[in-house]
């Protein structure tokens, strides 16, 4: 084999794995990306039982509920339309998670229709707001930051 | 004053680059062998500069250690309330502090490289320092003209407004300062590489001198991931060690990338093969580098914790990333073929094998870098999705499975070319004790498939790490080969650790009323009180976790929920109770109504070693180095005493000395 034939198969190579790493990636990010739904779009488009998805809302006032266990938390997450979406998450909730604040559940859509999470994002620092609400409209957005935000000032 | 000195320093600092740059580039103008008269202002002005910036880093670390509050960064992120440490930490736990620290570093590296390396052909070393001066002069007007760090407040601040709780940590002080070193070593590695391929001087001397900044800056990197990994593991309460956040992506990405160009580096030095390869890399490698720093300070992604963002400054960064990248490649594309060929080997050969795992690596590289700008590209067509674990672990299994197998044999086969049938024997060895732990571990339960192969794969790694050591003498295995030996055994163990944790795990999540008490593994943990505590800059409830092994006696366990008054907000500490085989992690949550407290556990086996196989990897490169300087010392003093023998022989007039006896 010559020299030349040897690096060109070696470039080959290595370009098929890349170009092989991009169409897996691609074809996987078709199936199983995490995608991000809000309420609304959860309610009028609902995810498949069991895909993995995440939901960004707000922790809508008053819907919090502790099961007798202690542990288990249903709630409903509210988007910019009247649609709610009922959620149930076990486990310890994130230091901020409060009613009408921002949060961000991981997890899938069961047959009854409530969305079980595996995992709560509230929000991080003070100036957290889940980029995906950010589509809101300024003004809402401000309004949401506001209420949602401990200790930020006006 | 003290703000002043600093800017000073800025502004002077970003002057010498432009010498530096312009200087340097006319060392291309000289002849073979001589040297441009206006190419000598290089090196110093890249000392001095160096110097600067660090002066004006110990300006800023000096402000922030007096909390001076006229200067708006401090006002901004500190508070004189803080615990000193975290007074200095808090330098560079912001923006424009950690764009200082960046600079710093860049010009540092940039000036020890002028003062120390002689073995560089004048030529590529001013090339070399040209790049390095302008890689540098595009982080200053960054810096000077949209992240002023000394900018002083029209009326000094009455308070300041704290520090975020999180990088309130001891994992915070050393994490970025590492992983900075390591992004920016490999900035050294690039303008190298941009250099050589300017003068055209790639060879395996050129490439003795770029191995130890990649070996370091890979050093850097792998502690900083090491580190970052554990921080969030114990300060983020969520019990678990990696989460695909873009922003631990940022710091893989290069990763990656230096792994990659670290072993074709050394192939390049010892065999003078993948010349254009290594070109590619080390161009790679900084441009990772760069995207990361992209990703982290501009804001355009989500993270949990991607710290001050500012989308318009990430303009200016996507405008440097475009201006170096698209510049490297575009030289590259130029220059590659000019590049002189570089010696050939054998599909099967220890070249063939680290070919192989090169673009395995790079393949891992462009998932993880695909799955991470992913969500960005779609937020263009206004639609948002964010992408995690179920995208990431099985795209990235399906490049790294192969790679770990072709890491087991390929320190086994020779040099230049090989057969397979060679090292048949170690290859069923290590391919049945694969099978064995695999069967051996599903007898006893059914577990994921990924953990199981992760098992076996990390047996037969460990087995074949220590295998080129077989039948030689030990102590006289050379140092740089005992830091491969130790790396690739610390690969093995951190995906020892990795499965066990993802196999064998246990959870437990109750609320429980005090005195009350909840089984996890072999433990016994029982509430025994909740109380408020107090620190520096916080209030906190803490639990006091009895935790009995096997009846034994109980140790204790304090994890707490922190309240941080300034900026107000909470932070959960949990708790670690470390065994020889794993880690006992408990967290405390909220109190439920009937007066219960919240609590979870969690019984992580062999958790530790995924930490430990991080330190050992790095501690495989640090054996690299101190090898490769040994021996770089040694060739010195040989070649110093040969021409000492020869001037000693001129001095006689001719006559040969008598050969002394050893």
């Given at each position: 084999?010559?020299?030349?034939?040897?690096?060109?198969?070696?470039?080959?190579?290595?370009?098929?794995?890349?170009?092989?790493?991009?169409?897996?990636?691609?074809?996987?990010?078709?199936?199983?990306?995490?995608?991000?739904?809000?309420?609304?779009?959860?309610?009028?488009?609902?995810?498949?039982?069991?895909?993995?998805?995440?939901?960004?809302?707000?922790?809508?006032?008053?819907?919090?509920?502790?099961?007798?266990?202690?542990?288990?938390?249903?709630?409903?997450?509210?988007?910019?339309?009247?649609?709610?979406?009922?959620?149930?998450?076990?486990?310890?909730?994130?230091?901020?998670?409060?009613?009408?604040?921002?949060?961000?559940?991981?997890?899938?859509?069961?047959?009854?229709?409530?969305?079980?999470?595996?995992?709560?994002?509230?929000?991080?620092?003070?100036?957290?707001?889940?980029?995906?609400?950010?589509?809101?409209?300024?003004?809402?957005?401000?309004?949401?930051?506001?209420?949602?935000?401990?200790?930020?000032?006006? | 004053?003290?703000?002043?000195?600093?800017?000073?320093?800025?502004?002077?600092?970003?002057?010498?680059?432009?010498?530096?740059?312009?200087?340097?580039?006319?060392?291309?103008?000289?002849?073979?062998?001589?040297?441009?008269?206006?190419?000598?202002?290089?090196?110093?002005?890249?000392?001095?500069?160096?110097?600067?910036?660090?002066?004006?880093?110990?300006?800023?670390?000096?402000?922030?250690?007096?909390?001076?509050?006229?200067?708006?960064?401090?006002?901004?992120?500190?508070?004189?309330?803080?615990?000193?440490?975290?007074?200095?930490?808090?330098?560079w736990?912001?923006?424009?502090?950690s764009?200082?620290l960046w600079?710093g570093v860049l010009?540092?590296?940039?000036?020890?490289?002028?003062?120390?390396?002689?073995?560089?052909?004048?030529?590529?070393?001013?090339?070399?320092?040209?790049?390095?001066?302008?890689?540098?002069?595009?982080?200053?007007?960054?810096?000077?003209?949209?992240?002023?760090?000394?900018?002083?407040?029209?009326?000094?601040?009455?308070?300041?407004?704290?520090?975020?709780?999180?990088?309130?940590?001891?994992?915070?002080?050393?994490?970025p300062p590492t992983l900075y070193a390591g992004y920016v070593?490999?900035?050294?590695?690039?303008?190298?590489?941009?250099?050589?391929?300017?003068?055209?001087?790639?060879?395996?001397?050129?490439?003795?001198?770029?191995?130890?900044?990649?070996?370091?800056?890979?050093?850097l990197?792998?502690?900083g991931?090491?580190?970052?990994?554990?921080?969030?593991?114990?300060?983020?309460?969520?019990?678990?060690?990696?989460?695909?956040?873009?922003?631990?992506?940022?710091?893989?990405?290069?990763?990656?990338?230096?792994?990659?160009?670290?072993?074709?580096?050394?192939?390049?030095?010892?065999?003078?093969?993948?010349?254009?390869?290594?070109?590619?890399?080390?161009?790679?490698?900084?441009?990772?580098?760069?995207?990361?720093t992209?990703?982290?300070?501009?804001?355009?992604?989500?993270?949990?914790?991607?710290?001050?963002?500012?989308?318009?400054?990430?303009?200016?960064?996507?405008?440097?990333?475009?201006?170096?990248?698209?510049?490297?490649?575009?030289?590259?594309?130029?220059?590659?073929?000019?590049?002189?060929?570089?010696?050939?080997?054998?599909?099967?050969?220890?070249?063939?094998?680290?070919?192989?795992?090169?673009?395995?690596?790079?393949?891992?590289?462009?998932?993880?870098?695909?799955?991470?700008?992913?969500?960005?590209?779609?937020?263009?067509?206004?639609?948002?999705?964010?992408?995690?674990?179920?995208?990431?672990?099985?795209?990235?299994?399906?490049?790294?499975?192969?790679?770990?197998?072709?890491?087991?044999?390929?320190?086994?086969?020779?040099?230049?070319?090989?057969?397979?049938?060679?090292?048949?024997?170690?290859?069923?060895?290590?391919?049945?004790?694969?099978?064995?732990?695999?069967?051996?571990?599903?007898?006893?339960?059914?577990?994921?498939?990924?953990?199981?192969?992760?098992?076996?794969?990390?047996?037969?790694?460990?087995?074949?790490?220590?295998?080129?050591?077989?039948?030689?003498?030990?102590?006289?295995?050379?140092?740089?080969?005992?830091?491969?030996?130790?790396?690739?055994?610390?690969?093995?163990?951190?995906?020892?650790?990795?499965?066990?944790?993802?196999?064998?795990?246990?959870?437990?999540?109750?609320?429980?009323?005090?005195?009350?008490?909840?089984?996890?593994?072999?433990?016994?943990?029982?509430?025994?009180?909740?109380?408020?505590?107090?620190?520096?800059?916080?209030?906190?409830?803490?639990?006091?976790?009895?935790?009995?092994?096997?009846?034994?006696?109980?140790?204790?366990?304090?994890?707490?929920?922190?309240?941080?008054?300034?900026?107000?907000?909470?932070?959960?500490?949990?708790?670690?109770?470390?065994?020889?085989?794993?880690?006992?992690?408990?967290?405390?949550?909220?109190?439920?109504?009937?007066?219960?407290?919240?609590?979870?556990?969690?019984?992580?086996?062999?958790?530790?070693?995924?930490?430990?196989?991080?330190?050992?990897?790095?501690?495989?490169?640090?054996?690299?180095?101190?090898?490769?300087?040994?021996?770089?010392?040694?060739?010195?003093?040989?070649?110093?005493?040969?021409?000492?023998?020869?001037?000693?022989?001129?001095?006689?007039?001719?006559?040969?000395?008598?050969?002394?006896?050893?």
């Amino acid at each position: 084999m010559k020299a030349k034939h040897q690096r060109l198969i070696l470039v080959i190579i290595a370009l098929l794995a890349i170009v092989g790493a991009g169409l897996l990636a691609a074809w996987s990010l078709r199936n199983q990306a995490n995608y991000f739904y809000l309420p609304e779009q959860m309610a009028s488009d609902p995810p498949e039982v069991g895909q993995a998805v995440r939901l960004g809302g707000m922790v809508k006032a008053g819907s919090i509920t502790t099961m007798p266990d202690g542990v288990t938390v249903d709630f409903m997450v509210t988007g910019n339309t009247a649609d709610a979406i009922p959620v149930r998450y076990s486990g310890i909730l994130p230091d901020l998670f409060v009613e009408n604040s921002g949060v961000v559940a991981e997890g899938s859509l069961g047959p009854d229709g409530v969305f079980v999470a595996t995992n709560l994002l509230a929000k991080h620092d003070e100036n957290y707001v889940p980029k995906e609400l950010e589509g809101m409209g300024t003004e809402q957005a401000a309004k949401m930051a506001s209420e949602t935000t401990v200790g930020l000032k006006p | 004053m003290i703000a002043e000195i600093g800017l000073a320093a800025l502004w002077l600092a970003a002057a010498l680059a432009v010498l530096q740059m312009v200087s340097g580039a006319f060392a291309l103008k000289a002849a073979e062998g001589e040297v441009n008269p206006l190419a000598i202002y290089a090196r110093p002005a890249a000392v001095v500069q160096a110097a600067l910036a660090v002066l004006a880093f110990v300006m800023l670390l000096y402000a922030f250690a007096v909390t001076d509050l006229s200067i708006k960064l401090v006002a901004s992120n500190s508070h004189s309330m803080k615990p000193f440490i975290y007074k200095l930490t808090g330098t560079w736990g912001n923006h424009e502090g950690s764009m200082l620290l960046w600079v710093g570093v860049l010009a540092l590296s940039g000036g020890m490289l002028a003062a120390f390396e002689r073995r560089l052909p004048e030529r590529t070393m001013g090339a070399t320092l040209a790049v390095q001066g302008f890689v540098a002069l595009g982080f200053y007007a960054f810096l000077l003209l949209s992240s002023n760090p000394f900018e002083r407040l029209p009326v000094p601040a009455a308070e300041g407004s704290g520090l975020n709780p999180l990088l309130q940590d001891i994992g915070l002080a050393i994490h970025p300062p590492t992983l900075y070193a390591g992004y920016v070593g490999l900035s050294v590695a690039f303008s190298l590489a941009m250099g050589a391929l300017l003068t055209r001087e790639v060879n395996p001397a050129f490439a003795r001198v770029m191995r130890p900044w990649v070996l370091g800056a890979w050093v850097l990197l792998t502690f900083g991931i090491t580190a970052g990994s554990y921080w969030a593991y114990y300060e983020l309460g969520w019990g678990g060690w990696w989460f695909w956040d873009p922003v631990e992506n940022a710091s893989l990405m290069p990763w990656l990338a230096a792994t990659a160009l670290m072993h074709s580096v050394s192939v390049l030095a010892a065999r003078d093969a993948l010349r254009t390869w290594t070109i590619m890399l080390g161009v790679l490698a900084f441009s990772m580098s760069m995207l990361g720093t992209f990703l982290v300070r501009s804001g355009v992604l989500t993270s949990v914790h991607a710290f001050a963002v500012d989308p318009e400054r990430g303009a200016f960064i996507l405008g440097l990333l475009g201006l170096y990248i698209g510049g490297a490649f575009t030289i590259f594309a130029l220059r590659a073929g000019a590049v002189a060929e570089g010696k050939r080997f054998a599909v099967t050969s220890r070249e063939g094998a680290l070919v192989f795992n090169n673009v395995m690596l790079s393949a891992i590289l462009a998932i993880v870098l695909l799955g991470t700008l992913y969500p960005l590209l779609t937020e263009a067509f206004d639609v948002r999705v964010s992408v995690g674990p179920p995208y990431f672990n099985p795209a990235s299994a399906i490049f790294a499975i192969p790679m770990f197998l072709v890491m087991a044999v390929g320190p086994l086969l020779r040099w230049r070319s090989d057969k397979p049938a060679r090292i048949q024997f170690e290859m069923l060895l290590l391919a049945s004790l694969l099978i064995a732990v695999i069967a051996l571990v599903s007898f006893f339960g059914s577990y994921p498939f990924l953990p199981l192969l992760g098992l076996g794969l990390a047996a037969a790694l460990a087995v074949a790490a220590v295998l080129p050591l077989r039948g030689r003498k030990l102590a006289r295995v050379p140092v740089a080969t005992w830091g491969m030996v130790l790396a690739h055994f610390g690969v093995a163990v951190a995906l020892f650790g990795m499965a066990c944790e993802g196999a064998f795990s246990e959870e437990r999540l109750a609320a429980v009323a005090p005195g009350g008490t909840e089984q996890i593994g072999d433990f016994a943990v029982t509430l025994e009180s909740v109380a408020p505590v107090a620190g520096p800059n916080w209030t906190a409830i803490e639990a006091r976790l009895a935790v009995r092994q096997d009846g034994g006696a109980p140790v204790l366990l304090n994890p707490q929920a922190r309240s941080f008054w300034s900026p107000p907000q909470s932070t959960s500490e949990s708790a670690l109770l470390t065994k020889w085989n794993g880690q006992l992690y408990a967290v405390i949550g909220n109190q439920a109504e009937d007066g219960r407290w919240q609590i979870r556990l969690w019984w992580k086996p062999f958790v530790t070693f995924i930490w430990y196989g991080g330190l050992l990897i790095a501690l495989g490169g640090i054996l690299s180095i101190a090898g490769r300087v040994r021996v770089d010392v040694k060739r010195r003093a040989a070649i110093a005493k040969g021409a000492q023998r020869r001037a000693d022989l001129d001095a006689l007039g001719g006559v040969p000395a008598p050969v002394p006896a050893e």
